[in-house]
């Protein structure tokens, strides 16, 4: 019999017992448990390579273009996930490969690319393929208030700040990075510092002065790196 036959017979007679009894009957048989490496993507789903599609918006044609190698290089030789651009389409096509070694490195590059597309810059998008706990995060002012006209140019106004000052300010105190197009807003960063940089945008736009998002901000970054 095999040791899989062997390990179910145990369990089966077990019934309705507890798994420690099952596992303890597995040790007194000196049994050992069959140990199945993680499936490479190739192997999964028939054998048949996964694809991730990302559009292309018409403004960042240019940017991509520009930064093409930059954006090829990290996705496929360091995850070894295939990627081209589809002109006709208008998208970003990611495939596997047979050395891919993850199957979530496919959708790390996705994430990666559709972070590029939203505006972000390439040294802080990157971080998406090396770290594990990032995330983009994407809200728009009319969610947290319904302004028009010079009410919406004066609450981005003031979450930009006098050349980007309140932007970088939120950035730096929360490790976040912060892209204001139009009325949309994209955020990067871990969830904890997202939430913090979100409540602390939702203020600007709620008409709070920069002031007291400042010396809030500075709270909430004491208590959080007393945390970690």
Known sequence: RSPMEVDRAPTAAA???????????????????????????????????????????PHRFAPLKKAWLEIYTPVYEHMKVDIRMNLKAKRVELKTR?????VSNLQ???DFVHAF?????????????RLDDLYVDSFEIKDVKTLRGEHLSRAIGRL?????????????????RIVIADTKIHILG???????????????????????????L??????????Y
Do not use: W
């Open 117 to 129: 597309m939203l505006g972000f810059d390439i040294a802080d998008a990157v971080a998406l393929l």
């Open 15 to 57: 019934g309705g017992g507890s798994s420690s009894g099952a596992m303890a009957v597995d040790a007194a048989g000196g049994v050992e448990k069959p140990r199945f490496d993680a499936l490479m993507p190739s192997e999964m789903s028939g054998g048949r390579p996964q694809y991730r599609k990302v559009q292309v918006p």
């Open 190 to 216: 871990s969830f904890v510092n997202i939430k913090v940089a979100r409540d602390s945008l939702c203020s600007l736009i709620l008409g709070s002065p920069a002031g007291k998002v400042y010396s809030k």
């Open 160 to 176: 930009s700040g006098k050349g980007g000052k309140t932007k970088y300010a939120i950035e730096n105190s929360t490790r976040t």
């Open 218 to 227: 500075r709270a909430v970054s004491a208590r959080l790196a007393e945390r």
């Open 98 to 102: 047979h050395d891919t070694p993850d």
């Open 108 to 110: 790390k590059c996705a």
